[in-house]
């Protein structure tokens, strides 16, 4: 007789999806560790803690005979996902043998609470329902579900929810970021995975199991299409191979097919969702030969169900993006027809939408696997045909140890990098040995390619509209991860991958030694490693005095730039201790430093933190602080609003954020805050604009990021002008690239940063010191050349920037504001402008 499986129903003691009820991801846990005891068709991997300590799960769901030889059917997907060295005849064995690989993942954004509450059904009716169809899915697949990519999150809505049950703000979004650092960021982390969460999802994809297909369930706005399934719209990505999009248009046409079948109404295809967008999993797993799919449902007040008229439904996002009037076209045949719309609809629409991307792959899983060898050998035939067929990073840049943090990045893709052992040239220029060699001519030239590319988003009928006015990129317009960071990229297009020289790596090695030699003068820290400044925040610390030098020095032969740190003496064992952590390196001094010098103080530093949702760039700009060891505090509107901040604070930073977001609505007038508490109605109003503006009279320096360099420039009414503010994007346009500039260095700003780099701009402002007597109040750290100012990305109305300011620094009574004019901390992700933000700091 079979073993009894407890169904959700009878776990969480109602029906998930049901009216004004959310499962808690700690019962959610709590079942799948019960099935995992009572079904041989299921198997729960606990891969961690996520940030805030709560379990993450993945959930294998196969049948007993594949969990058996689970390893095995691992090992054999992969060689699947790598063909080379394999004769045809090995492939056909291995696409005979293999199953169809699966990944689908829930919860990613927490308030999108339907997903998390399908994932426990849709397991139970994988391992309880004994069909055909579930057999056969069971036979020839191995389905690996995230039931939660979000676990704190999940907690974080749900808590709140449950808290205004039955009260007017029922249903009403959570204040703040739903994941500690990203909020609705976390899936644009996939490529630089500094969140714990996203490190278990590529481990998953890109590392471990290589799956053929990943599909990522979402909501979406609630007056429109009742649920997106792929394929995505116009424009396309270059990198991935063509057969990925084909597939992806399968898996979409039997998804819509078998939800038109179920009789579930409003479902929309080609649309909304371009195929060139951020790179989250569901996107850059196509440049990883993983047909990397998206549903978007129709979202709900979180477990409320929400009403909605015929006359308020509407079409969404234009002409461009497919879907420009709510009515019946080809991919949007059957319009729902509007009425309540509630949580159960979508639990739903995904399980079946789910279930169809199962049961395709598990009818069709010979010619699945074989498009995967496909795939993988095609991209390794572009790579040989390119003509650039390698890429070369050398270690020693202008921050050594950043470069290392890209190889590691890179090797958490899945790239095959390999190492020279020696001295080498190629195209008549030398490389010193320990040079990083990417050879194109494997699976993942895509993903390589799509990071380390110069990227020039399409500008043509495809993303300008009928006017012509250019049609915004889903996110960024490039992700390009080498210029983020600030490290360069060489090509080679007659290497030879000569074993004597090049030796395929799986990790980067410190290179640091430790050795310390004992200097009674004291000890050099390069500022042109961002590292500097972690080693700088632990010695201050310790109470280990630390300077900075205000001109160049030279060291043993060594030439080392302005804003060069000098640590005091100290014994060798304590400063061994002091920087165990740190890959940096102690120069010891032998005669002192004939230049001027100042003292580095660990710097009182507040960050506004506010409600509306929460500011992920906040969240972002905390964790690049706890990274690099600068101690901070959140500040709120109340304490802003008490005013007396230079008591407690020297820095105050507001990220990147509107000047109406900062403000908030007038105190006399709360219309837009209604929907939410009173006491998470955010803003500072007029007493904090008073109280910033008391703080930096005073000494204070207020740092200002991006957009919230308006609310400085406004409110302390500072002569400086934004030269974009206003301009159409007929006139200006530049969503998220990295643009050239000319840096001071000899400005305390500007110590340790190359003098030309890279900075990250989005929508970003531009300043014209204004005249006036006291023009050397104001100082301009970071300017754009005069031309040619685009790296990657989408730039119109270059004109503007020419000759402008990007970074000012301006005397404001006896303290100071620092414009930041673009994002030098970019989702944790821009290392190569940390520096400038970190001198700010200190």
Known sequence: ???????????????????????????IVDYFRLLNQESQKLKVIEMGLSTEGNPFLLVIVSSPQNLDNLQYLQDLNAQISDPRGRSETEISRLTHEGKVVICQSMGLHASEIGST????????DLITISDEETKRILDNTIFLSFPCLNPDGQIMVTDWYNQYLDTEYEGCELPRLYHKYAGHDNNRDAFMTNLVESTYVAQTLFLEWHPQVFQDHHEMGSYGARLYVAPYCEPIHPHANPLIWREINW?????????????ITGVLNAALFPAWSHLGFHWLGNYHNIASLLTESAHTNLATPLYIHPSQLQGQGGALRGFPHYKSQTNFPHPWPGGWWRPRHIVDQQKIAALSLLDLAARHKDTILQNAYLKAKRQIERGNKNRLSTYLIRPTQHDSLTVTKLIDKLLGQGIEIHQASKEFISGGITYPVRTYALFLDQPKIGVIKTLLDRTIFPDDARTRKMDKVPDR???????????????????????????SIFGLITKTENTTSQLINQSEIGYILDSRLNDSFRCVNQLLKQDISVMRCSQAIEVDGSLFPPGTFKVEAQPVDLLKVATQDFDVWLHDLKQD???????????????????RGGNMDEGWTRLVLEQFGFPYQALTDKEIKAGNLK????????????????????EKDDSKDVDIPPEYRSGIGKKGVKAIKQFVLHGGTLVTLNHSCGFAIEKLDLKVKNLLQGKSANEFFCPGSTLRTHIDTNHQLGYGMPTEGLIFAWDSP??????????????IVVRYPEKNLLQSGWLNGEELLSEKAALVSAQYGEGRVILFGFRPQHRAQTHGTFK???NALI
């Open 1 to 27: 007789m079979a073993q009894h499986v407890t169904s959700p129903q009878e776990f969480f003691g109602f029906q998930l999806g049901t009216d004004r009820k959310i499962a808690h991801w700690n019962r």
């Open 593 to 611: 430093l004939p230049v001027p010098q100042h003292p580095v103080k660990q710097l009182r530093i507040g960050m506004y933190r506010r409600f």
């Open 836 to 838: 400038l933000l970190f």
């Open 473 to 499: 990129p889903y996110d960024t317009a490039t992700d390009t991860i080498a210029e983020f960071m600030g490290v360069k990229v060489e090509s080679a297009g007659d290497l030879e991958r000569d074993s």
């Open 647 to 666: 008591q407690n604070l020297d820095v105050i930073i507001l990220p990147n954020d509107s000047t109406s977001m900062i403000v908030g609505p007038d």
């Open 766 to 779: 531009a300043f014209e010191i204004l005249p006036s007597r006291f023009n050397q109040r104001y100082e």
């Open 251 to 263: 898996y979409g046409a039997h998804m819509a097919y078998k939800l038109e079948e179920a009789g």
């Open 117 to 124: 509450q399908m994932a426990p059904e849709l397991a139970y």
